[in-house]
C-alpha cells in the first residue's frame, strides 16, 4: 500500500508567513465576519476613546464651572464678617457650603494664613498648609485651580480666590470638589458602549455570513467556468445579470473566453498571424477553408540584416537572440501599423506583406511610409547601443502575387508567392545599411510621396533584363500629412 499523503508540517517548512497562512483553508464568509468583525471594534474603540475624552472634558468643564460658581458666592460673602473679623458668621458661611452635592470642603483663610472658617470645625484657628498640587496649576483671572488626589485617593479639584475689600488683601477662599463622579460616569458609559458593541458585533457577523454567502455563490460559478476554461472549453459562457460587479465579472469572464476562442482559431489557422483583418476575415467562417488562391496586386517588403553572419560570429548566442528580437519588433510593429501584415521571418530577414488578404489601393504607399518610418527606428535605436540595427536594408516591390492557404492537413500557411515576391527579396539584397530600395512599379506608385535617387538598372538573380531601382531618400509630403494618411 502506498503512505497515505500527509498535508506537510507547515511549522517544519521555512516559508514566509504569506505563504503558511495560505495552507489554511477558510471560507470567504468567516474572512468577511472577522474583517467586519475588526472594523466594527477598530470604529467603536475610536468612536469611544473620542466620545468619552469629550465627555469627561466636558464634565470637568462643568466641575470646575460650578466650583468657581461657588467660590463666588463664598467671596461675595465673607468680606465684611473677615473685616470684623467675625468667625461666627464665616463659619455660617461656610456650613452651608456641606450641603451641597460634590463639595468635599470649604475654607476661608485670612492674610495671615490663619483658617477663620472650615466646613471640618476642628481646623479652625490652624495655619493654612499649601496643598502638594498632583497636576499643572491653572488660572483664569484671579481664579487658580488644579487637581490633586486626597489621602483616601480620592480624585479632587482645589479652587481658590483671593478675598479683596477695597483693594486691600484680606485672605482667601479654597473649594474642593469631588471629580470621583466623572469617572463613575464614564466608567458607566464604558459599559454601555461594550454592550453595544457586543450587539454590533453579533449584527455585523450576521451580516458577513450573508454578504458571504451572496458572495461565495457567483464566486463557486466563476469557479467552475475556470475549470472549463482549462479544460479548453473556450465556447463555456457565464450567464450573471446582476448590474454589479459580479454582472462587469461575468461580461469580462466571457469576453475573455471569445477572445481564447479567437485566439485559438486563429493559431490553429495561420499559427501566428497578428493582423486584425486576417483574424476577422477567419472569424467570420472559421469552420470553412478560407483565403483561397487566387491572384492579386499586392506590395512586398523584405527587410535583411547585411553581414549579419560576421556580426553573430563573434558574439555570445544571448546577444545576437536579444538584437534580433528588438529588430522583429521594430519591422513587425511598423508593418502592421501601415496595414500590412508580417508573412514570415526568414532567418533574419523580414517578409511583410500590403494589399492581401485585405485590398488596399494604397498597399505600395504604405508599405514605403512603413519602410521609411522602420529605418528611422532602426537608426535611433542603434545609436543607443544595438549596432546590428544600423545595417538593415530593405527591398520593396509591387505586382501580381499569388495568395492563399498553403500546406497541408496538420498545418497551413498563409503566405504569397510569385515573380514580384522573389523581386522584392532580390531588392532587399541590393540595398545597403540603413537604405531603401524600390522597383519601377512601386515608384510610379509613390513618386509623388517620396524624394528618390535613380540606381543603375543591374542584373538580379531570376531576371533576364536588367532591373531598374531607386534608392528613396525620404518622404516629400509634410509631415501632418504623413500622419493623417499613415492609417488610412
Do not use: C
Not at 126 to 133: F, G, R
Not at 147 to 165: D, E, M
Not at 419 to 430: C, E, K, P, Y
Amino acid at each position: 500500500m502506498s503512505p497515505e499523503k500527509k498535508k506537510p508540517d507547515i511549522l517544519q517548512m521555512k516559508l514566509p508567513l504569506k505563504a503558511r497562512l495560505s495552507y489554511f483553508d477558510m471560507p470567504i464568509r468567516a474572512k468577511l465576519a472577522i474583517a467586519i468583525t475588526l472594523i466594527i471594534l477598530l470604529t467603536i474603540i475610536i468612536l469611544s476613546y473620542i466620545i468619552l475624552s469629550k465627555q469627561k472634558e466636558s464634565l470637568y468643564q462643568h466641575t470646575v464651572k460650578m466650583g468657581k460658581t461657588s467660590l463666588n458666592y463664598f467671596v461675595n460673602n465673607a468680606r465684611h464678617p473677615l473685616v470684623k473679623e467675625s468667625i461666627l458668621e464665616l463659619n455660617t458661611l461656610i456650613n452651608e457650603a456641606a450641603s451641597v452635592e460634590g463639595i468635599l470642603y470649604a475654607l476661608i483663610v485670612d492674610r495671615k494664613g490663619v483658617i477663620k472658617a472650615h466646613t471640618d470645625i476642628t481646623m479652625v484657628g490652624k495655619p493654612y498648609q499649601l496643598l502638594e498640587k498632583a497636576d499643572s496649576l491653572n488660572k483664569e483671572g484671579d481664579v487658580t485651580y488644579f487637581n490633586y488626589t486626597n489621602g483616601s485617593g480620592s480624585k479632587v479639584l482645589n479652587l481658590s480666590r483671593p478675598v479683596a475689600f477695597k483693594n486691600v488683601d484680606l485672605g482667601m477662599v479654597h473649594v474642593g470638589i469631588s471629580l470621583d463622579f466623572i469617572e463613575k460616569q464614564i466608567h458607566k458609559e464604558s459599559v454601555f458602549i461594550l454592550v453595544l458593541s457586543l450587539f454590533m458585533v453579533v449584527i455585523g457577523i450576521a451580516s458577513a455570513v450573508l454578504i458571504g454567502v451572496q458572495f461565495a455563490r457567483p464566486i463557486s460559478r466563476l469557479v467552475i467556468a475556470t475549470k472549463e476554461v482549462g479544460k479548453g472549453n473556450f465556447q463555456y459562457r457565464l450567464d450573471m445579470t446582476s448590474r454589479d460587479e459580479f454582472g462587469d465579472l461575468s461580461n469580462a469572464f466571457n469576453y475573455m473566453t471569445q477572445e481564447l476562442w479567437r485566439n485559438s482559431i486563429m493559431q490553429k489557422s495561420f499559427g501566428r498571424y497578428v493582423s486584425p483583418e486576417v483574424v476577422d476575415m477567419i472569424m467570420s467562417h472559421p469552420e470553412e477553408s478560407l483565403l483561397k488562391g487566387q491572384r492579386s496586386e499586392a506590395t512586398i517588403l523584405f527587410s535583411d540584416i547585411r553581414g549579419f553572419t560576421a556580426y553573430s560570429a563573434d558574439r555570445e548566442p544571448e546577444e545576437v537572440v536579444e538584437a534580433l528580437n528588438e529588430y522583429f519588433r521594430i519591422a513587425t510593429g511598423f508593418i502592421l501599423e501601415y496595414g500590412g501584415y508580417v508573412d514570415k521571418f526568414i532567418g533574419d530577414a523580414v517578409m511583410g506583406v500590403f494589399g492581401v488578404p485585405v485590398f488596399r489601393a494604397d498597399h505600395a504607399e504604405r508599405a514605403v511610409r512603413a519602410a521609411v518610418a522602420m529605418q528611422k527606428k532602426f537608426n535611433t535605436a542603434g545609436k543607443n547601443g544595438n549596432r546590428l540595427l544600423n545595417k538593415i536594408g530593405i527591398g520593396i516591390n509591387s505586382g501580381i502575387i499569388v495568395s492563399g492557404n498553403l500546406g497541408s492537413d496538420i498545418k497551413m500557411e498563409y503566405t504569397v508567392i510569385g515573380d514580384s515576391v522573389n523581386l522584392a527579396s532580390r531588392l532587399s539584397s541590393v540595398a545597403g545599411p540603413g537604405e531603401i530600395v524600390i522597383s519601377r512599379s512601386v515608384y510610379e506608385l509613390t513618386r509623388v510621396i517620396i524624394t528618390a535617387e535613380p540606381i543603375a538598372p543591374q542584373k538580379l538573380k531570376g531576371k533576364a533584363d536588367l532591373v531598374e531601382s531607386f534608392k528613396v531618400t525620404g518622404l516629400s509630403d509634410p509631415p501632418e500629412k504623413q500622419q493623417n494618411r499613415g492609417l488610412l
